[in-house]
């Protein structure tokens, strides 16, 4: 390497040669490293040690199975030569519900820590104090004597910490065994970590709970490692272990998989994680607002969270964020290690097949154990499904469905049966009942006066002789595993077994109506198989409202009738299907089928079969939701 | 001499190797774009913003709704400046205006909170929203809309927005 030309300078001019080369190699190495790091940071975020191209493939894969999902619930309908349609205050103002919860303006979100102490049913629930969107996110907080006529409360915490200063979110409430309460809820820090948090009363012997005062040590649990910082959020109602420890879940997810995190503690101040996971369930994708809880396998009462033993099943329950779809599973819980496995893993928690609370607009749901009346009791956050302008213009958004009780359905041993709290009868004022045949093709008034707010209470039985004609017709095709409320046409397509139930708030004209109906399809095995569905696709003529066709199999064991339920409430339809093994939550906006427009009707579209309906309908009163004052606290407790 | 010339192949190599090694990487913004509906839309909108060669996704997903906030602006200066020109409109720009408001004061502002704060569903909302205004206020105008390109570009962005804000999900 040496230059002859340099040897007359002696050694010395080598070294400083290599020592260039050496520094020049060093220097392309740093800059290698440096380049890499540098247009490796920005996607960093999400795949730590995982391979890039294939997250971004699956994400792709994803994103686009969930995008088509959600996209034909946005395509506007009418192409743009459509007139817009101009909703005026008439039309917006009937929207507000008579019986349902809502606070008395602006947005309101996920159900927080509901529970009864004192005599009270406390509800909490995230609220915007400043806008009809989401955001500036506090805690409401109201009470009830019967989870129906409610008074609205001061806001229970707002975001003046710097634990909570993104945001005070959801949480769940424990009780220990000296019947004072915790209740842990996330809060977003100053730097949006999502962080979980104590809270407790500030006076026990306040029967309203009116001030709460947060754990000076806050925050009590943060993203574990592996946990993004904000993949961490939502914890459930504390339930006793066997050691005599308290545990809780929290929904978070690992790349794309949706996860349960657990933590063990004796003082709800410090925690231990469990190395194993609740439960995992790839592809699903965030899990939001675990719920986790035991269900009677024998008796239809509610258990205490901490309930346990060989009587008993155990309810995984997650919101997932991918599809806005709230999911459960009944399964089985290991106590000694925090697991749970589900009875039929081909319906795991979270894939697009497993069970599903409710088929409709439903989200965000938990549950509470009603010590009081010894039920558990499922409040959800109903959202709108109308245009934010219009929510802006009438100055609110969302509702909370009315509270369910959840039980195990003893008959079917597979699903769980959900039903209005029975405190809602109290609404109810004169009835009308019917008992008509209709025969195939009709569509029959139903006069009971006003009909924005109703409760109806249905039976119908084929006519044996069509079922019989039909059964036995081998030309008659089988439909069943084709059929889905949501693809197969709605309403107005008929077949040799259905549709046929209620038109609820319909114009004369059936310009606008929402039917509420059973599909009797044949199966390939010559079985019947029954769908409810709700079709919302002619609910309004309005063309900036989504109307889905929402609905599901609904299990009809032999000799059952068909029953269900429905409670019309001006802007919401909820409707139970065998008596809430199969229930539909649906968000309507007519422009003309309001006030004393708005009509109920009875309908049989099918092609053959003649239908008996027996029902009673109900006038239902308001529930009076008061605001905040002494006077309407003290009328309430004289109930 | 020789030296000096090994020095600056040296360098000329480094040189040369970084640049590969950017532009081979280099687009977090191409990789993330690729899985929208619109990936020359996506680009140009991305790189046009100085902040977007050194965003993670969440911070793609911002730029792109300050990019919605921007034409929401422009609309609404359109809007304004079409009630002199064209007055027998009047009914359907003021519907327009409202529908533009909303964008502007409700849907960007939940938008922007959801997604810094990593709960990017209501960012998703947001955005539907802003495209739902968009196709509502042009519906106004029954096929003869003065605003048609700027709806269309709403449109547009607020899909490819959505794209990315659900891969934050």
Known sequence: MADPNQETHGPRRRRPFKGLLAVSFGLLFIAFYVALIATHDGSRSNDEGIDETETITSRARLAGVSEKRNDGLWKLSGDRNTPAFEWNNSMLSWQRTAFHFQPEQNWMNDPNGPLFYKGWYHFFYQYNPNAAVWGDIVWGHAVSRDLIHWVHLPIAMVADQWYDSNGVWTGSATFLPDGSIVMLYTGSTDKAVQVQNLAYPEDPNDPLLLKWVKFPGNPVLVPPPGILPKDFRDPTTAWKTSEGKWRITIGSKLNKTGISLVYDTIDFKTYEKLDTLLHRVPNTGMWECVDFYPVSKTAGNGLDTSVNGPAVKHIVKASMDDTRFDHYAVGTYFDSNGTWIPDDPTIDVGMSASLRYDYGKFYASKSFYDQNKGRRVLWSWIGESDSEASDVQKGWSSLQGIPRTVVFDTKTGKNLVQWPVEEIKSLRLSSKQFDLEVGPGSVVPVDVGSAAQLDIEAEFEINKESLEKILGNASVVAEAEEFSCEKSGGSTVRGALGPFGFSVLATESLSEQTPVYFYVAKGTDSELKTFFCTDTSRSSVANDVVKPIYGSIVPVLKGEKLTMRILVDHSIVEAFGQGGRTCITSRVYPTTAIYGAAKLFLFNNALDATVTASFTVWQMNSAFIHPYSDEAVRALSRT | ?169
């Open chain 2, 1 to 169: 001499m020789k030296m000096m010339m090994m020095m600056k192949v040296m360098m000329m190599v480094m040189v040369m190797v970084m640049v590969m090694v950017m532009v081979s990487e280099g687009s977090i913004i191409e990789q993330t774009c690729k899985e929208t509906q619109d990936f020359n839309l996506c680009v140009s909108l991305l790189n046009s913003d100085p902040r977007g060669s050194s965003a993670d996704t969440s911070g793609l997903a911002l730029i792109l709704i300050d990019k919605i906030k921007g034409l929401t602006t422009k609309t609404l200066n359109e809007i304004n400046g079409l009630y002199k020109k064209r007055p027998e409109l009047k009914r359907a720009l003021d519907e327009c205006s409202r529908r533009y408001k909303t964008i502007l004061n409700a849907d960007v502002p939940e938008a922007i909170e959801a997604i810094s704060k990593g709960v990017p569903k209501f960012g998703e909302d947001g955005v539907i929203d802003a495209g739902v205004e968009a196709s509502v206020c042009e519906g106004g105008f029954k096929g003869k809309s003065p605003l048609t390109s700027l709806t269309k570009s709403m449109q547009k962005i607020s899909n490819v927005t959505r794209a990315i804000v659900r891969m934050l999900l």
